[in-house]
């Protein structure tokens, strides 16, 4: 052992510098599979930790100005654990700031929010005091949006008294408000589900006390008492499973209505985030699976080479008394340890990089920002890294120990004898040889590497292409998501309409940039026995009508058939050709299912949950309506332009179509695809490099010989790049094919798992840019080998040859 010792010590002082950067490129990959991993963990179960942590609610009874809702009886039935209310105020104009969208600020009506029911969870100072006006807590995103921090003062204008009367009794927002200016305090930054469920505001929200709703009651009430102002109410529910079904039939006697929505949290709210973030973490994890997988080869080979070339320098072991085992050992031992000691800081990088973790929307919900610890993946990491590359450092002494001692021929490649038996030029058969045949000893080439690193790279790259395509054609079609219009107008609300609806739908149906129009009512609706509240569509008749996207089967056609969104058909059990029956506020009628799909996302509804019927079904279900909206879509217009000239042309007003939080989410993971292809890149770079260059300093010996018997300088340059053509043509032919099948795959697992309506990705294009790439860094990579191996001192070589 004392061999192996002074063995040990010598390579440590004296290759130090090598071990150090196999250490550092072990730490870099050991780090960046640790961090994908753990952040992947991290950000899926963001949402239920903090759904745990703050009590959250699990029902909504949204906002409806047309129902008298007596909450101090909802607050007497046994399965309601809890309730807030939150108001809907007359308008407040902040002046320092400019939010996006107008539902930026909470105001909750009662000090049951963050007491008894979604207790937020406190990132900076305090919660605000409900007997303290002017006191004001807001979101991460809020506070980063606008610069704000505890302690700041928000100035905001409230409207007079007379614009908050006005307000009020017509039930619609101040749009200019000339009140008084008033300051509110941060007193603390917050995240709690209800300011975080509405991912339509990017830029977070924040929340009064309610005691600020009474101390300015004249300019945010316009004088009127609580009772009159329009309430949301959450509630949290002893069993949410059975309760919802109940709360909706007691919502229906207490009010007298039927068009009353209670919505479950868990559908509306929950699922479809939950999936969002799986779709992220899924993504942060394959991103880690393939680095994983990459890193293995590259980190594995360099670590194997480490220790390979060790036992070449130990050849006079045995003849200074070192056992075979021992001449292995001590071989291994530094590359070992330098594995271990990257491994170590690896492990060490992914905690500190874990403070901008989660990622994407997953951001949003974390209970918990900042470093975390996961104990469980980190110590995986290290134990899995330390001791696969100590297994193949030993694996590596072995094996070259044991060719060493035996008789071998060298592997002839077919290619390159080909190549010589039609009498190719020289640099074509010397070129492809050097990289198909990896020979033995000291003129060992690492070529299987190589051509591995190039399959991989090639392979990554093109599946990475293929599916950053299927993200740009989803996130520049919102189609894919059920949103089938560019533009909307509400025409009518709890059943009474705006104006004249069928002269506008003519008088838009008539404009020939117009490709298709939807006359859509939208009726509140039961299924199962009451316990699964839905939005029900009614579909479009006449020219241009629009129908939804469908995933599975087909859009239904007769008046007792129904196409369900994808997550109420699983919410309800049910899929093509089962029966569902429905009660609205008309009747209760059976349908078939035929099909299975998106529909419009809307103030009430999600892309994925909700029914479509046809236009003659709607009004047996139905006797009035909850929303009556007009949608329409343009070929050849963008959004915004369709919409000014629609208001030009008919003199509505118009709007954009509810935003779609999955497409958001696609563009969070966008950068995923580039940063793997980036990755795999630099790994075929890493492999077919190192392999050029080794490939020209251990077998000068035989360039040296053929340059003496007349290839010239620029032959030799040139049998180099013959070498790197022929790495990257095998990556090429092996590598596309795989990518393009990986790459759709993937795509199709996003696009049923997300969900969205699957489209195929272009390839060509991904195929002919990796190919592009590839040629040019070959060029690149193969421009220093080439110069070495032309300028080759001929007598020092075959000197000491």
């Known amino acids: 052992m004392g061999g192996v010792r002074l063995w040990v010590r010598h390579e440590l002082r004296h290759r130090w510098v090598s071990l150090l950067l196999l250490a550092m490129v072990v730490a870099l990959a050991s780090g960046t599979v640790a961090t994908a991993f753990a952040g992947a963990i991290r950000g899926g179960t963001a949402l239920d930790r903090l759904v745990e942590q703050t009590r959250a609610f699990n029902a909504v009874i949204p906002a409806n100005p047309q129902i008298q809702y007596p909450w101090s009886e909802f607050d007497q039935l046994p399965y309601v654990e809890a309730r807030a209310g939150l108001a809907a105020i007359a308008g407040a104009r902040p002046l320092d700031v400019q939010p996006q969208g107008d539902d930026w600020l909470t105001t909750p009506t009662d000090d049951q929010w963050f007491r008894t029911i979604d207790v937020p969870v406190v990132l900076d100072g305090r919660p605000y005091d409900p007997n303290t006006p002017d006191e004001l807590v807001i979101t991460p995103e809020f506070a980063d949006a606008h610069g704000l921090a505890v302690g700041d003062t928000l100035r905001v204008q409230l409207p007079d008294a007379s614009q908050a009367a006005r307000a009020v009794r017509r039930q619609e927002p101040v749009q200019d408000p000339h009140g008084p200016v008033?300051?509110?305090?941060?007193?603390?930054?917050?995240?709690?589900?209800?300011?975080?469920a509405d991912a339509a505001e990017p830029d977070g929200q924040a929340a009064l006390s309610p005691a600020t709703l009474t101390a300015y009651s004249d300019n945010l009430l316009g004088g009127a008492p609580l009772s009159r102002m329009t309430v949301i109410s959450i509630f949290r529910l002893d069993d949410p499973a059975r309760d919802i079904a109940a709360l909706t039939k007691d919502a229906r006697r207490l009010t007298g209505q039927t068009d009353v929505d209670v919505w479950d949290t868990e559908v509306k709210y929950n699922r479809p985030a939950r999936d969002n973030i799986r779709f992220e973490a899924r993504t942060l994890a394959a991103f880690g699976l393939v680095a994983l997988v990459a890193a293995g080869f590259l980190v594995g080979g360099l670590v194997a080479r480490t220790a390979a070339a060790g036992i070449e320098r130990l050849a006079p072991g045995p003849a200074l008394g070192m056992s075979p085992g021992q001449v292995v050992g001590a071989a291994t031992v530094p590359a070992a340890l330098a594995a271990v000691v990257g491994a170590v800081l690896g492990v060490t990088g992914a905690w500190i990089a874990s403070q901008w973790?989660?990622?994407?929307?997953?951001?949003?919900?974390?209970p918990g920002p900042g470093r975390d610890l996961d104990p469980v993946v980190l110590s995986a990491v290290l134990a899995a890294a330390a001791l696969f590359l100590t297994f193949v450092a030993v694996a590596a002494s072995w094996r070259r120990a044991v060719r060493r001692r035996g008789e071998h021929a060298p592997r002839v490649s077919k290619v390159a004898a080909w190549f010589t038996q039609v009498s190719a030029p020289v640099p074509v058969v010397l070129g492809t040889r050097l990289a198909l045949e990896p020979q033995r000893g000291k003129d060992a080439v690492p070529?299987?590497?190589?051509?591995?690193?190039?399959?991989?790279?090639?392979?990554?790259?093109?599946?990475?292409?293929?599916?950053?395509?299927?993200?740009?054609?989803?996130?520049?079609?919102?189609?894919?998501f059920g949103q089938i219009q560019q533009a909307e107008t509400f025409v009518g609300f709890g059943g009474q309409d705006y104006g004249d609806p069928g002269k506008l739908?003519?008088?838009?149906?008539?404009?020939?940039?117009?490709?298709?129009?939807?006359?859509?009512?939208?009726?509140?609706a039961t299924a199962d026995d009451d316990r699964l509240p839905m939005v029900v569509y009614s579909g479009g008749s006449g020219p241009k009508a629009m129908g939804p996207v469908v995933t599975h089967g087909r859009a239904p056609a007769a008046t007792d058939e129904v196409m369900l969104g994808t997550v109420t058909a699983d919410a309800l059990g049910v899929g093509v050709g089962d029966q569902v029956s429905l009660?609205?506020?008309?009747?209760?009628?059976?349908?078939?299912?035929?099909?299975?799909?998106?529909?419009?996302?809307?103030?009430?509804?999600?892309?994925?949950?909700?029914?479509?019927?046809?236009a003659s079904s709607y009004p047996l279900l139905f006797d009035d309506f909850h929303f009556h909206t007009l949608l329409v879509a343009s070929d050849s217009l963008s959004s915004d332009t369709l919409i000014k000239r629609l208001d030009a042309d008919t003199g509505a007003d118009f709007g954009p179509p509810q935003p779609v939080d999955a497409v958001q989410n696609l563009r969070s993971v966008r950068r995923f695809p580039a940063v793997l292809a980036a990755f795999l890149a630099l790994l075929g770079i890493g492999v077919v490099g190192n392999a050029l260059v080794l490939a020209v300093r251990r077998r000068e010996g035989d360039l040296a010989v053929v340059r003496a018997l007349g290839m010239t300088g620029g032959q030799a340059a040139a049998t180099v790049a013959v070498q790197a053509l022929t790495f990257v043509t095998v990556g090429l032919l092996y590598g596309a094919p795989l990518g393009l099948v990986l790459g759709r795959a993937l795509w199709r697992t996003v696009a049923e798992t997300l969900p969205l309506q699957f489209v195929p990705p272009t390839s060509m294009s991904a195929v002919l840019w990796v190919v592009g790439a590839s040629l040019g860094l070959t060029v690149l990579l193969a421009v220093l080998p080439a110069r070495r191996a032309a300028r080759i001192p001929l007598a020092a070589v075959l000197r000491a040859e």
């Open 182 to 196: 008033v300051g509110w305090r941060v007193v603390g930054v917050v995240r709690s589900v209800w300011m975080t």
């Open 357 to 366: 973790f989660p990622v994407g929307s997953a951001r949003r919900y974390e």
């Open 505 to 524: 739908l003519d008088q838009v149906r008539s404009l020939p940039y117009v490709d298709g129009v939807l006359d859509a009512r939208q009726g509140n």
């Open 447 to 480: 070529v299987r590497p190589a051509q591995i690193g190039a399959i991989a790279a090639a392979a990554g790259c093109v599946a990475a292409l293929v599916f950053a395509h299927g993200i740009d054609d989803a996130i520049t079609h919102p189609v894919r």
């Open 583 to 614: 009660t609205g506020s008309a009747a209760t009628r059976s349908y078939q299912v035929v099909g299975t799909g998106f529909l419009p996302p809307g103030a009430h509804n999600g892309y994925t949950d909700g029914a479509w019927v046809v």
